[in-house]
């Protein structure tokens, strides 16, 4: 007897944004994520995610937009652009280096500690 993993069942964007709406409702009348997901026959983690795109989503986006499904990434506009350098602060990869040459330090400091420590153990036995 061969078994079978079920196929996973597919949902459309129209029933993704509805359950999402119906989510939204029934949170505000104070039901549980959880129950909410065993009304809809819905695991709450998915429901969650797909209020994440949803909120992602930008005001009035149509619902193959919000879910474009099959591995399909999101094509959303950006509501802000991501600036590369703070302004008046250091760049991202100077950070970095900082970051590498404190830990670099603390590493050697731990290391020439490890290294007296064995001298002075190896020395205590005859």
Do not use: C
Not at 85 to 112: F, K, Y
Request: aromatic content about 6%; hydrophobic content about 35%.
């Amino acid at each position: 007897m061969v078994l079978r993993k079920p196929t996973p069942r597919v949902f459309s964007p129209e029933f993704k944004l509805e359950a999402v709406r119906v989510m939204y409702e029934r949170l505000a009348a104070g039901a549980t994520l959880r129950r909410i997901g065993q009304e809809l026959e819905i695991n709450p983690d998915r429901l969650r995610v797909w209020s994440e795109a949803v909120e992602a989503a930008p005001p009035g986006a149509k619902p193959e937009e919000v879910f474009p499904g099959s591995g399909n990434r999101r094509r959303l506009p950006d509501p802000e652009p991501k600036s590369v350098r703070p302004i008046g602060g250091p760049l991202p990869l100077e950070e970095e280096v900082a970051r590498l040459r404190r830990e670099n330090d603390r590493l050697r400091m731990e290391r020439d500690f490890l290294k007296k420590a064995a001298t002075f153990f190896a020395s205590q036995n005859p």
